[in-house]
């Protein structure tokens, strides 16, 4: 009797819970392909603009030559701070930059922001902090990978050439 009853526990088990089982297992795995599919819809819609945007962010943190002719130690001056502080901000805020940063790359970047708004920032910690961002940047565009990501990249030498942009003619011959 009890062997009997066992018995029909099982076939209940088998023809009720496997196949829920089965069900919700399916179920499960569908919704998560679901949301994957429609992430990567998402990423694909907003690779362009974010190319751009990230585009943008590189160009604001090309060092302008006040900045890029200091020297190594040398304190960057308060008004330089502020303009590249103020620009990168406003790509952050404004013009939705926030929008396209990785979490590394918005970390990143927030170290930079301090670095520019500390009274005693020097040429060589900008640089770093802004030098990881672009390193972060191209991680995320898949122009580098981890191993590269980690890797240190030598600079050139100093440019024997000024920073500073040509004369302007004033418009007189002579």
């Given amino acids: 009797m009890a062997l009997e009853a066992s018995s029909t526990a099982l076939e209940i088990a088998k023809l009720v ?7 919700l297992a399916g179920f499960g795995a569908q919704w ?5 599919k429609s992430r990567d819809e998402l990423l694909r819609a907003l690779a ?28 960057i001056p308060r008004q330089a701070r502020e303009s590249l502080d103020c620009a990168i901000v406003d790509w952050y805020t404004k013009q939705a930059g926030a929008l396209y940063l990785s979490w590394p790359a918005t970390q990143i970047l927030f170290r930079l922001l301090d670095s520019l708004r500390t009274s005693e920032s020097h040429k060589t910690q900008v640089e770093a902090a802004v030098s990881g961002l672009r390193s972060q940047l191209k991680y995320d ?25 040509p004369a302007q003619s004033n418009g007189e011959d002579g």
């Fill in 48 to 75: 362009e603009p974010r190319a751009a945007a990230l585009c943008k962010l590189w160009e604001l943190t090309t060092l302008p030559n006040e900045i890029a002719r200091l020297t190594d130690n040398a304190e």
């Fill in 32 to 36: 998560l392909l679901q949301a994957r």
């Fill in 141 to 165: 565009c898949g122009i580098y990978s981890a191993s590269e990501l980690r890797r240190k990249l030598e600079r050139p030498r100093r440019s024997p050439w000024s920073l500073d942009p």
């Fill in 17 to 23: 819970l496997l196949p829920a089982i089965g069900f």
